[in-house]
């Protein structure tokens, strides 16, 4: 069982705006401005999205964008791409060098 | 563009203990700014964090596997490494390795390699 709570699933067809929730507790994602989202295709090594709530690493498309209320953050996909498919993690820093992980959200591209 | 791969035995008697290594390319590990991880995931479950070691050689442990956990570094070789003792079959899972530039976040992964414990 996961720390942070994620849906398994989200969908949304090409160019529709898609979010993805992730819920955890005052000790986490409520507790500190740092959260990250990972992007995981199949076989592949998981690729960094955002982090520190809202930042974008170098490289990662403006269509992804970060936003955290309380104890739940949140990814949205603006205009998602066929490419986006993939299964989406979210990770919150929980103190004492501690991170910790949603169950993993399954985005499909209809 | 730095890499990272994990290699060892993809199967550990149960008992015994799991041996993994990470060797990284692409890049430096001597910069003296970044922790190297391990995180696991078990069939049909989530991530979790197992632990990291900064490059001064201090480390970190999850309380749940802290007693059975060993991370260890060898900059020269470029390569750290987890070692599990005891395992059982919750044990089981996609084992990954990591760069994380802070104690807050984790930037490159490796693929990750699939280790069972069974007999």
């Known amino acids: 069982q996961s720390t942070l709570t994620q849906p398994p699933s989200a969908s949304g067809s090409p160019g529709q705006s898609v979010t993805i929730s992730c819920t955890g507790t005052s000790s986490d994602i409520g507790g500190y401005n740092y959260v990250s989202w990972y992007q995981h295709h199949p076989a592949k090594a998981p690729k960094l999205m955002i982090y520190d709530v809202t930042k974008r690493p170098s490289g990662v498309p403006d269509r992804f964008s970060g936003s955290k209320s309380g104890n739940t953050a949140s990814l949205t996909v603006s205009g998602v791409q066929a490419e986006d498919e993939a299964d989406y993690y979210c990770t919150s820093y929980a103190g004492n060098n501690n991170l910790v992980f949603g169950g993993g959200t399954k985005l499909t591209v209809l | 563009q730095l890499q990272l791969q994990e290699s060892g035995p993809g199967l550990v008697n149960p008992s015994e203990t799991l041996p993994l290594t990470c060797t990284v390319s692409g890049g430096s590990m001597d910069s003296g700014i970044y922790y190297w991880a391990w995180i696991r995931q078990p069939p049909g479950k989530g991530l979790e964090w197992i632990g990291s070691i900064y490059s001064s050689g201090r480390t970190y442990y999850t309380p749940s596997l802290k007693s059975r956990v060993t991370i260890s570094l060898d900059m020269s070789k470029y390569q750290f490494s987890l070692r599990l003792s005891s395992v059982t079959a919750a044990d089981t899972a996609l084992y990954y390795c990591?760069?994380?530039?802070?104690?807050?976040?984790?930037?490159?992964w490796g693929q990750g390699i699939l280790v069972t414990v069974s007999s």
């Open positions: 990591a760069r994380a530039p802070s104690a807050t976040r984790v930037d490159y």
